[in-house]
């Protein structure tokens, strides 16, 4: 079952609409609370059909979406909806386990955060994802950076966000392409977890940096390992092929 809460045309008209899919209705009241609270329009779903009948209808900016619903888990509701339209997905999770991160990442979520955890970093991280999602729906690629990125086999067509290696397309995530964008626009050039953070999450703090780490791992396992290098206490660099900035 769905439930709507939304807010003065006026306010959510300026600010974003979001759908919230979490089986323990307290905590699915406690978010739309906080997030009407910012003068955002929330839809509350409460299982998995549900979840998937409101990201159709409510046409989102981002999704708050618990992997664990009834009817079907938050995975499959992923899979579904990921090809209904540009908006970011939160996951949320009661596991703290990397291989479950990697999963959710790699049926489409662009961020994870587990259970209990802070509203107000909730909030920071679905405004931070909204500004994204609207940023490459609206600007894929800036006046003062190349609309193509050749490195090698690596090809990046920033007007369409495909990518391809050796002539085969990989199918990333809004977040996995705007990490590689920000990677290959300084290829060889070691750019800290702090940095990409910033840059790609627009986060001013260090707190999601094992987000960078899973969305790099998700990165090598579509892309090859061998594409992005770690430098150990510092943060990661996109290896360069010999002779390719020729």
Known sequence: MMRTSITPASAAEHHARIVVVEDERT????????LSAEGWAVAIAHDGPSGVTAI????PDAVVLDVMLPGFDGLEVCRR???LGEFG????????EEADMLVGLGVGADDYMTKPF?????VARLKALVRRVRRSSSAPATANAPSTIELGDLHIDRDSRRVTRGGTEAHLTPTEYD?????ALAPGTVLTREQLLED???????????TVD??????????????????HGVGYALEVPEGSLA
């Open 27 to 34: 905590i699915a009241r406690t978010i739309s609370d906080r």
């Open 56 to 59: 159709e209808n409510f046409k």
């Open 81 to 83: 909806v990921r090809g």
């Open 89 to 96: 997905v939160l996951m949320l999770t009661a596991r703290d």
């Open 118 to 122: 802070s509203m107000r970093e909730l």
């Open 179 to 183: 990490l590689l964008v920000c990677l």
């Open 200 to 210: 790609v999450w627009d986060w001013v703090d260090a707190t999601g940096t094992r």
């Open 214 to 231: 899973s969305h790099v791992k998700a990165l090598r396992r579509k892309l090859g390992s061998d594409l992005v290098r770690t430098v």
